[in-house]
């Protein structure tokens, strides 16, 4: 089980200067900063992928093996997320999941679905706008990864604002979620946006600290699966980031981050990673 950093110049600062240790960066696929951040590193991608609106073109297909094989990086990541203009009711919830399953198919067919992990979508925010409702049911998130033989990328920051949105604690959310098939956990704060709007990548308060140990017990005891890396969302580059990336708050959270990552090993570490196909 790793700890990774989103990169930023701020980490980048931070690594070359000693102050913090990460052992994996984590990048969109964008060709200029995987170039930047694997000066200061191992870089692995996380895909901007989403389940449900569509099969991909080739092309697309192609690019992404490109990226995970310069970069070895472990899983294809993509988003549970059915569009809500297809499927605004309940009652589309069969048809939503076959969008899903057809979207999981194909990388599964391309990559192996060993290879494949799916993950959960926050709900309320801007960007979620063409995200049915239905793709935040835990029911319907493990009914999708299971049948279809995927792992889960579990974010806790996503999972919180799901549970704030239905007033339940999150910890019940996220065990209904299928956590036997984890496969990475993302974390971040919660905070709002200079406008007010509830956000995730902000810097880590207590009630997120709590969360993170929480996840990492649930690990180490076995009662989850074994993650191959905690990603730290917190960072970024141009004006979606310009207010949080502060150097400061990553050079006080990521080494607490990964001396509890450290601290969370299982007893068993499970074996080698898949690679699937390119």
Partial sequence: MLFSLNYSPEMAALIRSGDIEVDRIKCPEWPDMIAEASTVGQVYVHFK??????????????????FRQETATPYVNTHIGPSSALYPLPSDRPAAKDAVRRSFDQLSERFGPDAVIAENVPYPARSDNDKSLISIDPEFI??????????????????????????????IYMSR???????????????????GMRVDHMPMRDEDWDLLGWALDNVQSGNWAEPWSVSCEYGGVGEPFRWRSRADVIAHDAPRMLAMVRAAQPAVTPQTKPTGEA
Avoid: F
């Avoid at 990864?145 to 999150?170: F, K, M, Q």
């Fill in 49 to 66: 992928l989403m389940a449900g609106q569509g099969l991909l073109a080739r092309e697309l297909l192609d690019s992404v093996a490109r």
């Fill in 177 to 195: 979620l299928p956590v036997h098939r984890l496969r990475e956990i993302h974390i971040t704060g919660l905070g709002y946006s200079p406008d």
């Fill in 142 to 171: 493990s009914e999708v990864i299971e049948e279809s033989g995927v792992g889960l990328l579990l974010d806790i920051g996503h999972a919180r604002r799901v549970a704030e949105h239905w007033g339940i604690d999150p910890r």
